[in-house]
């Protein structure tokens, strides 16, 4: 069956008229309760907060007098059926009568009679924006899935009748643009009703549908008196009715964004919610967009309209509604297919995809296919090597999707794929990419953020895409300025693959080719015991001139990753750079791994001491993944420079490796990130100190917040590159990535992103334990 209510005469005869004794009156009548009832704020109907002797309290609710008796059985009877099915949902109970009905009837004094039904009073207080956080909002969506869930084996057979609320029925509100007077809204209101009809009325019949709440909004809500934040009453099932699934999540969505917030966050937030609970379907998802876009439009509309019919109830009606135009602008300048593009990840769909497609290959095919087209230079990770399809955070996610937890990787400092950085690249990547010969704001903020974490005097930027080329224009400038022709650096550092800088790269070279215009030192083995460098660099200097050579700088990675992972101690980096000088070598510090605020306590390795060094470089940490590294120097090397043969690099510093770079350092400050290397940093590395007191194949532990050597070794104290090997290769099969190094490889490389917190830290904790338990000999 399905009757078609008058829809407008619910919304314009007016509400019924009964005193607060008339209610009392009714109560005791009807319902045998006897108690003092209170007026409640109502659209429609006449609604009366009724409190026994007892202190048992209530809620009478008297009908307007045209509203369909069989609607209102259909929503005491989906309560019943909620009480039933999911007796934990906090709805409110439905009372019957003296007489077991749902329903009895009461007359007014101007004749006409009115459907009266009782239902217990819910504890709590409406929602206040103030009260709204990502997890409230989460909640919302558990709490409507919930709902939805609960009612989807409920039926009744007035459910199909046809309310205006129900945004199916969408295209009804076009006779009630004529009462929108200002034309920017009026075309606002037609584009999003003319998307609705493109976009979704075609494609209906193919979405699932039941039975719904359809106006679960903060109005209908209720949150604890003490705890704000908690949800703790569901109200009004008015607008129940039988249509989509996703209509109900939209209408939930578009009530709940304000100006004021990020209306996509809300949105992911609240439907990441109702996806844990009541998961959702691709094809709903894609309408998501245009459907809380009509529903705003619904909500100006259907006030607008009614304002005209009840002018007296202006304020009523239109509470909430005036900044709903300026929603909808908000909307409509969001490009749908990144808003549909985040929803579609919030519920894990958009992986899916990338899994399917990138699992149509065998694992043996891939391997063969890359040694064929990739040849013997590009050798794997690990005895079973990973094929790693998407990461997020500090997760990377295999073909299967299992996850494994990334202790190894600072590229994407601030986590894999982190959606500030994407949006940012995206958003650039479609607006413009050129080279830097032409005038953009873009690398003018870099340059500026980047200057103004440094000393003063270092102060002219020059972008370029690798550590190593950075690391090259370093050396053409030191060659330049000292007229030197040596380097100095330490035994086992790696800084590029360059010619040149391949050179300074004793861990890839094969042992003994350090050429004469190279020398190498000792890097720092501990913070406490270090050798003192003094000798060590007076010798180094003194056997390059014997070749004909003098320093032009001496380059030090500050983090001595490939060294075994060391902070610099105080004192190390001075004598180095005084020596250095004292030769007419430049100072050069290579802060592509160190930078960056990895360590924690400083935001570059250099500041470990008291140093300025004359040349800085960066990289791979600088744009989460996208090539970005960066020299940055003095005016007057870089004067010296340009007036000598000057320096052009065609991707360096373009507009989006640049907006790579900016958001990075966004990340970095709005979530604290080198404050958290610190504290997590520091909890990792006692973890680290306790296990060692079981495990004495633990040594040296050494580096500082989120870049930690661990070096293990033999009974006698000597380098165990072997069980080094083996506990790295446990750990990834039991889903944990770390890596090795040092000369000896014998250092545990834990290098993760900044988001690592201390719940990861537990888990790489378990996993060594595991490993060191396993690999006993
Ligand atoms: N310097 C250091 C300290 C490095 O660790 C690396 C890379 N591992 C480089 C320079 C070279 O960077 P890229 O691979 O981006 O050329």
Known sequence: MSTKQNLESLLTTPAPHFSAGEAEQIAAEFFGLSGTATALDSERDLNFHLVTEDGDQYVIKIANSSEDPAIIDMQLKALEHIAHVAP?????????????????????ADGRTHPVRVVSYLPGIYPEEEFFSEDFYRQMGNFLARTAKALQGFFHPIANYELLWDLKHASNLRKYLGYVEDPKHYKLAEKFLDRFEKHVLPLIPKLRAQI????????????????HGKIVGIIDFGDLTHTLIIIDLAATIADTISVDSDAVEVAAQITAG??????????????????????????NLIAIWRVTLHPDNYDYIMSGVGPTWVILEQWLELDPEQVTRRLLRTCGFWEQKVIEKASRESYQSLLDRREQLLGPL????YDQPLHIVRGEGVWLYDRDNIR???????????????????????????????????????IL?????????????????????????ANELAWIMAKLVSGNTGALITHHSYHGS?????????????AGKVPPHVRTLDPPTSNSNWPKPDAGIRDAIRAMEVDGHQPAMCLLDTSFVSDGIFTAPKGYLKALFAATRAAGGLCVADEVQGGFGRFGGNFW??????????????????????????????????????????????????????????????????????????????????????????????????????????????????????????????????????????????VLKIRPPLVFEEAHADILLAALKGALEETQR
């Open 88 to 108: 934990d949902l906090p709805v409110p109970k439905v009372v019957l009568s003296n007489e077991g009905k749902l329903v009895e009837e009461a007359k007014a």
């Open 212 to 227: 719904v709440h359809n106006d679960l909004v903060p109005n209908n809500l209720l949150v604890g008196k003490e705890d």
């Open 274 to 299: 109702y996806h844990e609970i009541n998961p959702l379907e691709e094809a709903e998802l894609r309408v998501l967009y245009d459907l809380v876009g009509t529903r705003l439009v619904m909500l």
């Open 378 to 381: 590009a050798y794997l990770f």
């Open 404 to 442: 494994y937890l990334d202790v190894y990787n600072n590229v994407p400092q601030v986590g894999h794929c982190h959606p500030h950085v994407v949006n940012r690249i995206a958003e650039q990547a479609g607006l413009l990419n050129t080279s830097t010969r032409y005038l953009h704001e873009h």
């Open 445 to 469: 903020e870099l340059a500026e953020r980047i200057t103004a974490k440094l000393p003063e005097k270092l102060s002219i930027c020059s972008f370029v895409c690798t550590g190593s080329e």
């Open 498 to 510: 360059t010619d040149a800088i391949g050179q300074f790269s004793p861990e890839s070279l094969p």
């Open 605 to 746: 390795g250099f500041e470990y001491d008291e140093v300025i060094p004359d040349i800085v470089t960066m990289g791979k940490p600088m744009g989460n993944g996208h090539p970005i590294a960066a020299v940055v120097t003095t005016a007057e090397i870089a004067e010296a420079l340009a007036r000598d043969r000057g320096y052009f690099n065609t991707f360096g510093g373009n507009p989006v490796s640049c907006a790579a770079g900016l958001a990075v350092l966004d990340v970095i400050e709005k979530e604290g990130l080198q404050e958290n290397a610190l504290r997590v940093g520091a909890y990792l590395k006692k973890g680290f100190e306790e296990l060692r007191e079981d495990y004495p194949v633990l040594g040296g532990i050494h580096g500082a917040g989120l870049l930690l050597g661990v070096d293990i070794i033999t009974a006698e104290g000597k380098p165990d590159g072997d069980r080094a090997d083996q506990i790295m290769n446990h750990l990834r099969v039991n889903r944990v990535l770390i890596g090795v190094t040092g000369p000896d490889e014998n």
